[in-house]
Nanobody, 124 residues
């Protein structure tokens, strides 16, 4: 079974940066697509970014130009680089995964494995 563990959350001032990490275990990364999601207080969970096993990425419009997703398959790590953070980015961030034989595909709605989340707070 694929297991995911997030790290890197914390308190940051507006305009600052954080890098979240998602560590994977229990499964080879060859056909694993990884997504980052977030859930702010009182709001529904939303997909933030997604990367296929072959490195094709998708970024939500709300964070485009500020967030970047990338992965290191050899280390079984996926990262979410978050720059120019704003208060509205405050949320619990989750990484999630699904298996796909299509190395160019990552689907937010197809995630079946989930981490427990890491809290990001943007505040002065």
């Amino acid at each position: 079974q694929l297991q995911l563990v997030e790290s890197g959350g914390g308190l940051v001032q507006p305009g600052g940066s954080l890098r979240l990490s998602c560590g994977s275990s229990g499964f080879a990364m060859d056909f694993v697509a990884i997504g980052w999601f977030r859930q702010a207080p009182g709001k529904e969970r939303e997909g933030v970014s997604c990367i296929s096993s072959g490195g094709v990425t998708n970024i939500a419009d709300s964070v485009k130009g500020r967030f970047t997703i990338f992965r290191d398959n050899a280390k079984k790590l996926t990262f979410l680089q978050m720059d120019n953070l704003v208060r509205e980015d405050t949320a619990v961030y989750y990484c999630a995964a699904h298996i796909s034989p299509n190395v160019n595909y990552c689907g937010y709605g197809d995630m079946i494995y989930w981490g427990k989340g890491t809290l990001v707070t943007v505040s002065s």
